[in-house]
C-alpha cells in the first residue's frame, strides 16, 4: 500500500482544535515571505509565489503601500531571517535527496508552501508536516480558498511542539525510523520551553544514522533577563501569547546535540549567509546577527 493511501490527511478532533488559535507568528512569516517578492530586488533568495495565495485577499496592495516600513534595518533583517531559513533547509533537502533520503518532516511547519510548489525531484519524498491543531485547519482552510492542492506525498500530523511524543507522531504519520529523514525546525526553538528543546534535540538525535537536522535559533542579548521592554518585538510576541522563552550560544547547541547522538554540528552564522545569499543584492536586505542557523548530521 502506497505512503498516500496508507496515511491519508484527515481532520483532527474538534476538542484538539479549540485547545489554542492558530499561529499568528505563522501567518507573520509568510507576509514576509510575500514581501520579499513584492519589494526586494530580483532574483528572490526563496521563489515562494503561494505565500501571497494564503494571505488575505488586500495582503499585496497593504505591502506594496507600506514598503516604506519593510524597508527599515530592523525588517529588511527579519524578511532575510524568513527567507534565508527556508531556502538553506531547501538547499540541503537537494543534498539530502542525492545521498538517498526520501523523509522530509517540518516541525512548527506553519504556512510553509514547499510541499505544494515541489518540483519534480521531491515527487518521490515523504514529507510530513508537524504542528499544532488549530494552526492546520487554519493552513487547509487558506489552501481550499486559494485553490492549491494537498499534493499525494503529504501527510499532516497534528502535535504540541512543547509537550507531545514526537517521535511518536512522525511514526504514526508514516516516518519510518528505519530509514534516515531531513528533519526542518524553523523560527520555532526560541518560542520553546529549555527542557523541550532538549526533548526535541534528543528525539531526532535517536533517528536513523544520516538522518539530518536543520533548525535556526536566537542567541542571547541584553533583552533576555526579565521582561522585554515595552514596544520590542519580544515584547509583541508576548501580547499576542508566544513569547520568546528560549535563546541559546551556539556552544551550547552544539554541546547538546553532540550529547543527543549528533555527530556532525554546523552553523551558518550571519557572515555566513551574507557570503552565500546577499553578495551582489542591492536591495539592503541584512542578516540579523544573533539568529544562528544549525545543521546537524547524526
Known amino acids: 500500500m502506497g505512503f498516500e493511501r496508507a496515511h491519508r490527511n484527515v481532520e483532527p478532533p474538534r476538542d484538539i482544535v479549540l485547545e489554542r488559535a492558530a499561529s499568528a507568528t505563522a501567518l507573520g512569516a509568510a507576509r514576509l515571505r510575500a514581501a520579499h517578492l513584492l519589494i526586494d530586488d530580483p532574483p528572490p533568495i526563496l521563489d515562494d509565489a503561494l505565500a501571497l495565495r494564503l494571505l488575505d485577499p488586500k495582503a499585496a496592495r497593504a505591502i506594496q503601500e507600506h514598503a516604506d516600513r519593510l524597508r527599515t534595518p530592523v525588517s529588511r533583517a527579519l524578511r532575510c531571517d524568513v527567507v534565508v531559513r527556508s531556502r538553506y533547509v531547501e538547499d540541503r533537502l537537494v543534498e539530502a535527496v542525492r545521498r538517498g533520503i526520501r523523509q522530509y518532516a517540518i516541525l512548527g511547519a506553519g504556512l510553509d508552501t514547499f510541499a505544494y510548489r515541489q518540483p519534480g525531484w521531491a515527487g518521490d519524498l515523504r514529507i510530513i508536516e508537524v504542528d499544532h491543531a488549530a494552526s492546520q485547519l487554519d493552513k487547509r482552510a487558506r489552501l481550499r480558498r486559494a485553490g ?123 557572515d555566513d549567509v551574507t557570503e552565500r545569499y546577499l553578495r551582489g543584492r542591492h536591495d539592503g536586505l541584512i542578516a540579523p546577527k544573533r539568529v544562528v542557523i544549525a545543521d546537524a548530521t547524526v
Open 148 to 270: 492549491i492542492e494537498e499534493p499525494p506525498n503529504l501527510r499532516y500530523a497534528a502535535a504540541d511542539l512543547e509537550a507531545d511524543d514526537l517521535r511518536r507522531q512522525l511514526e504514526a504519520a508514516g516516518l519510518d525510523a528505519t530509514q534516515p529523514a531531513l528533519l526542518a525546525c524553523l523560527g520555532v526553538l526560541i518560542y520553546l520551553s529549555d527542557s523541550a528543546a532538549k526533548r526535541l534535540f534528543d528525539m531526532a538525535g535517536r533517528l536513523a544514522a544520516g538522518s539530518e537536522f536543520v533548525f535556526n535559533f536566537s542567541r542571547p542579548d541584553a533583552s533576555t533577563e526579565g521582561s522585554p521592554p515595552p514596544g520590542s518585538a519580544a515584547a509583541r510576541m508576548a501580547a499576542i501569547g508566544e513569547p520568546w522563552r528560549t535563546r541559546f550560544e551556539p556552544e551550547t547547541v552544539a554541546s547538546r546535540l553532540k550529547a543527543a547522538g549528533f555527530g556532525s554540528v554546523e552553523f551558518l552564522s550571519a
